[in-house]
Each structure stands twice: as structure tokens, then as C-alpha cells.
């Protein structure tokens, strides 16, 4: 039997006084508790309710999230457009969000039992235990093929709930007889992570979720050969860290989302490890490298760049709560500074402010006034130097207000976006120009646009999607003047690409080659792309016309206007505060195609430019400059 060794609150007394003396603790209770409230008085699931997919929980007219309402069933409409959805499979996505909606409110009622010792709040934690009890091994799921769950829908969110069911059940432990305690292990706990252990999963994030649920399992009821299930074998988390965590710590996947993704499962196992004195330094070296890494790739305002498959306009505030978890099983300098870029003050005129959430109520502090001045120069923060990553295949160069990001490769084809030498350009405050992430698998938007070349500040070769995920070479990198210069062998069979990137604080000189293979013959037409926020302006005669191609992206291009251009040109783009210029190096026979471009949902549009050139071979060279306004 394993036995706690700490508490994972050690005094809720102190939560209290934080409650009493902060207005964002007060704000954080005030937030969650009516929510809580509502489900502890009207919780009433039906196991007759097909649990699916949460990725079919969007609009099929904008793209935008559904608004989810656990008092309508029936009712879903979009956060976007304001339109019911009416289909099977939103209901089906509705009892997905449901179901784990209700487990990870057994988490918020264990918080507010031990904060005000209402018996109302056991009363629903039993009530939840006890449905899934009853009804284990009856549910009905809906998922991609694959996918299926025991309960929630998909294997992946039955990890979840679980691990959110162990958070709460730990805070009120205490409260469960002998009898309860054997009833939730025998006919639900036990049974799931028997299912979660056997269960492979379509990615490697959802395998490291699925183990650290069963290894939690153990723990909390004292069958420790859970937690040698979860880690060892082919699909172990030991040898899923070994596969998928490079050697400066990124995820293999490619993604900062699915990075911070995989650790999340993880981290809450950790926290279970340490509560009940089971030693895992593999799993702790991992987590700690882990949440280390993207303080330095983080852009100055606190977003993350977002190449491949992820979700649009990430922050350190989106996983606030993740690093108040890693900061409580070990506190370093770059998870304080990730939590002092997270939230903002509560103010009146700013309702939606983030202030946080449970875990800066449990486990944070008033992070506002941390200071980093004193720190030595290798405590793992931001350090303004330009850097790369050879294993990944990310560079990010810094000077001045401005950074680049560039993803010049490939490691594996799973999540990955067909834009290779794709680049993000952050200026003073903002990124201006950025990878549009996704819009939920399930969208068409998704998997016409967002995951194609098309929508990214690549090249492409004949009007054709790049079909190819090379690796990327780093044939110079200079820190010292902000340089970088990679390339890849066929991104289109028998043509490689090469680009160099050279940033200063008011401009970034690009140069971008598309050049066959020794061999290869054949003319080909090129197309050079870049999007920017911001009005546009030129002083080409652009002319109205049709998009300048039919498939892989071309038709959903809008408002294409046409401009053919021998010599020198420019374009701007007009912000707030700061106008970027884009200025092109002349070529015969050169067409330039102005459009408007979906990022991450169909009401957000940009402006973009298809630069089109046709022969053996082609070669970009644009500078890109700015001025800004305070």
C-alpha cells in the first residue's frame, strides 16, 4: 500500500487569507464558484447519451467554437456567427463536454469543501462517482475509429477526466468510507485503467495522458503495478519520453500547444508521485526540461510562436495553470517568470482579464512585483540572443523590438503543417504577421487552408500543396548579427529550398531560392506568399480578377486583384501603432497577386501577397521594414 507522504494543500488556511487579501484570489473564487454551484444543484447525467468528439463542437457555417450550455442539451450555438447547429454529432460532442465538464468539477468542489465545508459539495462528488460506478461498461461512444473511450467519448478525454476525478477525490479522501473507497476502485477505477493501459492511441501526447491516468490510478488506491504498466514497454511513458522529448526538451510533435499538451497529463502524475513518495526521475527530469524550454522561444510579449497544428494566439497565460503546477513540485526562476507573464490585474473595466485560475488559488502568489534582475545569466530566462534548435529544426532571431521565428524542418508528419521555411514577425508589442494555427480538426477551414502552404509565408511549386516533410539543414547561423541560413532537399520532388534571414531592429532581409536537384529537369511556376496584419497599401495598379489557382487552397483566396511588375515594388501593411513595408527585388515576368486570407476563424482576415514567377528555377529577395508609434 502507498501512503501519502504530504498534502497537496498543505494549509487551506493560507488559501483563505489569499482570498481575503487579493482581489485576484477573490476574483478567482467569484469566477468559479457560481459555476460549481450550478452543477452541485442540477447535475443529472444520462447514460443514454452518446458521448463523441470534441472537435465537432464548432459552427459549420464560420468555423467558430460552439457555446456550450450544460442546461441545453440540444442547443448549440456559435460563439461567431450566433447560429444553432443542428446535428447529431454536436449533440454528441455536447455529452462529451458534459461528462468531462462534471469530473473536473469534482476538482472545483473539493476546493470549496475544504474552503467553506459545505456537505453539498461531498454530496456531488459522491453523485458523479456514483453514476459512473452504475453505469460502467454501458456507455455509448461516437469517436473517429480509433478513438473510443469507455465514457467521455474518446480515450483521450477518459485520461482526462480521470486524472481531474484523482485531483478532486485527493483534497477529500478523508471523507470516503472503507466501502466507498472499494467501490470506486473495483467497478470504475481498476477497470479504466486497465483500458487506459491497453489502449495505444492516435498520437503520442494522448498515449503519455492515457499512462499517467493509470499510473495516478495506482497510486491513489495503493496498486502500485499501475505505475510500472504506465512506464514501462512499447507504449510506456518511458519510452515515450525517450521517443518524443528532444535533447533541449521540445516535444517532437512539433507544436508548442501539443509540448505543453503532452506535459499536462504528466505533470498532474508528478504531482501524484510526489505526494505519495514513488520516485520517477525520468518522469521529473523530463517535466522540468520540458517547462523550461519555451521561456526562451517565447516572443517578449508573452505569445508563443504556433507552427503546426496547435490553436491560435498562444501565451504563458494559457498554461498559467501548468506551470503553478511544476513551480509547486519545484520552484525555478523560469517558472516564476512564465507566471509573472501570465496574468493581469482584475479591473472593472477589464472583465476579461486573466487572473488565473484554481491552481494560482492553491498553489500561487501575487506575481505581479516578481523581479528577475539579480538572477545569474544561466537561470534559464530570456536572454535576447538569437538561437536554434537543430533538432527541431526552429531558429528565433532577436534585435531590438523584433523577432523572427522560422521553422525550417521536420521531425515526424504528425501535426505537421506543409509550410516549411515558413517564418512569424514579431514587431514592438505584437506578431504581425503569424502561423494561423487551426480551427478544430473538424472544420473544413482546417483542412483547406489553415494546414496547407497557402495560409503560411512559404513557396509554392506548380499550384500544388508541398507534398514532402523534409528535414531541414542550419548551414550557417551567426547569434552575434541575427543571422540564419537553412535549406532542404526535396520540399517538391527533385527542388529544394533554401532561405536565409538576416534581422535587424528595423528590418529583416529575406532571400528565398527554390533550385532543382542536380538533374532535374523542367520550368516550373513558383509562388513566394506572405500575410500581415493591417490595412494594405500599394502603389501597384492592382487589378481585379480570379483567384490564381483551383485547388489546394487557391479558390478561398478573396478580393484577388492582379498586378504584373518587371522592377522593384512595395506594399505596406498599416496597424495601430507601426506600418510594415515590404519591398521586393524586381524580376521579368513577375505577377503579384493581392488577396485576402482566412487565420484561425472566417470573420478574421488578413491581407497577403503571391509573388508568381515562372522557370528552371526562382529566387525572392524582399526586405521587410517598420516604423512604430507609441
Known amino acids: 500500500m502507498t501512503n501519502r507522504t504530504k498534502k497537496m494543500v498543505d494549509d487551506w488556511q493560507a488559501v483563505r487569507d489569499k482570498i481575503a487579501s487579493f482581489d485576484w484570489a477573490k476574483g478567482i473564487v467569484d469566477s468559479f464558484k457560481p459555476d460549481t454551484d450550478w452543477w452541485v444543484s442540477h447535475y443529472a447525467d444520462d447514460a443514454s447519451r452518446v458521448a463523441g468528439w470534441g472537435h465537432h463542437y464548432f459552427c459549420d457555417k464560420c468555423f467558430a467554437a460552439l457555446l456550450f450550455d450544460p442546461g441545453k442539451p440540444g442547443e448549440h450555438r456559435c460563439s461567431g456567427c450566433g447560429e444553432l447547429r443542428v446535428a447529431q454529432e454536436a449533440d454528441d460532442a455536447w455529452c462529451y463536454i458534459y461528462r468531462t465538464s462534471a469530473c473536473t468539477q469534482v476538482f472545483h468542489a473539493a476546493v470549496l469543501y475544504n474552503l467553506y465545508g459545505d456537505p453539498?459539495?461531498?454530496?456531488?462528488?459522491?453523485?458523479?462517482?456514483?453514476?459512473?460506478?452504475?453505469?460502467?461498461?454501458?456507455?455509448?461512444?461516437?469517436?473517429?475509429?480509433?478513438?473510443?473511450?469507455?465514457?467521455?467519448?474518446?480515450?483521450?478525454?477518459?485520461?482526462?477526466?480521470?486524472?481531474?476525478?484523482?485531483?478532486?477525490?485527493?483534497?477529500?479522501?478523508?471523507?470516503?468510507?472503507?466501502?466507498?473507497?472499494?467501490?470506486?476502485?473495483?467497478?470504475?477505477?481498476?477497470?479504466?485503467?486497465?483500458?487506459?493501459?491497453?489502449?495505444?492511441?492516435?498520437?503520442?501526447?494522448?498515449?503519455?495522458?492515457?499512462?499517467?491516468?493509470?499510473?495516478?490510478?495506482?497510486?491513489?488506491?495503493?496498486?502500485?503495478?499501475?505505475?510500472?504498466?504506465?512506464?514501462?514497454?512499447?507504449?510506456?511513458?518511458?519510452?515515450?519520453?525517450?521517443?518524443?522529448?528532444?535533447?533541449?526538451?521540445?516535444?517532437?510533435?512539433?507544436?508548442?500547444?501539443?509540448?505543453?499538451?503532452?506535459?499536462?497529463?504528466?505533470?498532474?502524475?508528478?504531482?501524484?508521485?510526489?505526494?505519495?513518495?514513488?520516485?520517477?526521475?525520468?518522469?521529473?527530469?523530463?517535466?522540468?526540461?520540458?517547462?523550461?524550454?519555451?521561456?526562451?522561444?517565447?516572443?517578449?510579449?508573452?505569445?508563443?510562436?504556433?507552427?503546426?497544428?496547435?490553436?491560435?494566439?498562444?501565451?504563458?497565460?494559457?498554461?498559467?495553470?501548468?506551470?503553478?503546477?511544476?513551480?509547486?513540485?519545484?520552484?525555478?526562476?523560469?517558472?516564476?517568470?512564465?507566471?509573472?507573464?501570465?496574468?493581469?490585474?482584475?479591473?472593472?473595466?477589464?472583465?476579461?482579464?486573466?487572473?488565473?485560475?484554481?491552481?494560482?488559488?492553491?498553489?500561487?502568489?501575487?506575481?505581479?512585483?516578481?523581479?528577475?534582475?539579480?538572477?545569474?545569466?544561466?537561470?534559464?530566462?530570456?536572454?535576447?540572443?538569437?538561437?536554434?534548435?537543430?533538432?527541431?529544426?526552429?531558429?528565433?532571431?532577436?534585435?531590438?523590438?523584433?523577432?523572427?521565428?522560422?521553422?525550417?524542418?521536420?521531425?515526424?508528419?504528425?501535426?505537421?503543417?506543409?509550410?516549411?521555411?515558413?517564418?512569424?514577425?514579431?514587431?514592438?508589442?505584437?506578431?504581425?504577421?503569424?502561423?494561423?494555427?487551426?480551427?478544430?480538426?473538424?472544420?473544413?477551414?482546417?483542412?483547406?487552408?489553415?494546414?496547407?502552404?497557402?495560409?503560411?509565408?512559404?513557396?509554392?511549386?506548380?499550384?500544388?500543396?508541398?507534398?514532402?516533410?523534409?528535414?531541414?539543414?542550419?548551414?550557417?547561423?551567426?547569434?552575434?548579427?541575427?543571422l540564419c541560413a537553412v535549406s532542404a532537399d526535396d520540399v517538391y520532388p527533385g527542388i529544394g529550398y533554401a532561405r536565409t534571414l538576416r534581422l535587424e531592429a528595423d528590418r529583416l532581409h529575406d532571400e528565398f531560392e527554390a533550385r532543382p536537384a542536380a538533374g532535374h529537369e523542367g520550368v516550373h511556376e513558383f509562388d513566394w506568399l506572405f500575410h500581415c496584419a493591417g490595412e494594405f497599401s500599394s502603389t501597384l495598379a492592382f487589378a481585379p480578377c480570379e483567384p490564381p489557382g483551383d485547388e489546394d487552397g487557391y479558390s478561398l483566396m478573396l478580393e484577388t486583384a492582379r498586378c504584373d511588375v518587371d522592377g522593384d515594388w512595395e506594399a505596406v501593411w498599416t496597424l495601430a501603432d507601426k506600418r510594415i513595408t515590404l519591398r521586393m527585388k524586381g524580376e521579368a515576368g513577375t505577377s503579384v497577386y493581392l488577396f485576402k486570407g482566412y487565420e484561425h476563424r472566417l470573420d478574421k482576415l488578413r491581407w497577403g501577397v503571391l509573388v508568381r514567377r515562372t522557370g528552371r528555377e526562382a529566387k525572392y529577395q524582399a526586405t521587410y521594414s517598420w516604423q512604430t508609434r507609441d
Not at 521540445?250 to 513518495?277: D, I, Q, R, V
Request: some cysteine.
Open 120 to 482: 453539498a459539495y461531498l454530496a456531488f462528488i459522491r453523485k458523479v462517482l456514483g453514476f459512473l460506478c452504475d453505469n460502467y461498461g454501458s456507455f455509448e461512444v461516437r469517436t473517429p475509429p480509433g478513438q473510443e473511450g469507455k465514457f467521455t467519448g474518446c480515450d483521450l478525454t477518459d485520461g482526462v477526466a480521470v486524472i481531474w476525478l484523482l485531483n478532486g477525490m485527493e483534497l477529500v479522501k478523508g471523507s470516503f468510507t472503507d466501502e466507498e473507497m472499494e467501490r470506486y476502485k473495483q467497478t470504475f477505477f481498476i477497470p479504466e485503467a486497465a483500458f487506459l493501459i491497453e489502449k495505444v492511441g492516435v498520437t503520442p501526447n494522448i498515449i503519455c495522458w492515457m499512462k499517467a491516468a493509470a499510473g495516478m490510478i495506482g497510486l491513489f488506491f495503493g496498486e502500485t503495478i499501475w505505475c510500472e504498466r504506465a512506464a514501462e514497454g512499447e507504449h510506456g511513458i518511458k519510452r515515450k519520453l525517450a521517443e518524443g522529448l528532444l535533447p533541449e526538451g521540445f516535444w517532437y510533435e512539433a507544436s508548442f500547444h501539443y509540448h505543453f499538451y503532452c506535459a499536462e497529463g504528466m505533470t498532474y502524475y508528478l504531482a501524484f508521485c510526489k505526494l505519495y513518495g514513488y520516485d520517477f526521475p525520468i518522469l521529473e527530469d523530463a517535466l522540468l526540461r520540458m517547462y523550461r524550454y519555451p521561456v526562451k522561444y517565447a516572443f517578449a510579449s508573452g505569445e508563443f510562436p504556433n507552427p503546426n497544428d496547435g490553436w491560435p494566439l498562444l501565451r504563458f497565460g494559457n498554461y498559467a495553470h501548468q506551470y503553478e503546477w511544476i513551480r509547486a513540485v519545484q520552484d525555478e526562476a523560469p517558472f516564476r517568470y512564465a507566471l509573472s507573464r501570465s496574468y493581469d490585474e482584475p479591473n472593472k473595466a477589464h472583465p476579461g482579464a486573466n487572473i488565473g485560475g484554481l491552481a494560482r488559488l492553491l498553489f500561487g502568489r501575487d506575481w505581479e512585483n516578481e523581479r528577475f534582475d539579480s538572477l545569474p545569466a544561466d537561470s534559464g530566462l530570456p536572454d535576447g540572443r538569437s538561437r536554434y534548435d537543430k533538432d527541431i529544426y526552429f531558429a528565433q532571431l532577436h534585435a531590438g523590438e523584433a523577432s523572427v521565428f522560422l521553422k525550417y524542418g521536420y521531425v515526424i508528419e504528425g501535426h505537421a503543417h506543409a509550410d516549411i521555411m515558413n517564418f512569424e514577425l514579431f514587431v514592438k508589442d505584437e506578431i504581425v504577421s503569424r502561423d494561423p494555427s487551426n480551427s478544430g480538426y473538424g472544420s473544413a477551414l482546417f483542412r483547406e487552408w489553415q494546414r496547407k502552404t497557402i495560409a503560411h509565408n512559404s513557396l509554392m511549386v506548380d499550384r500544388r500543396n508541398q507534398p514532402n516533410r523534409p528535414n531541414g539543414r542550419m548551414d550557417r547561423f551567426d547569434a552575434q548579427n541575427n
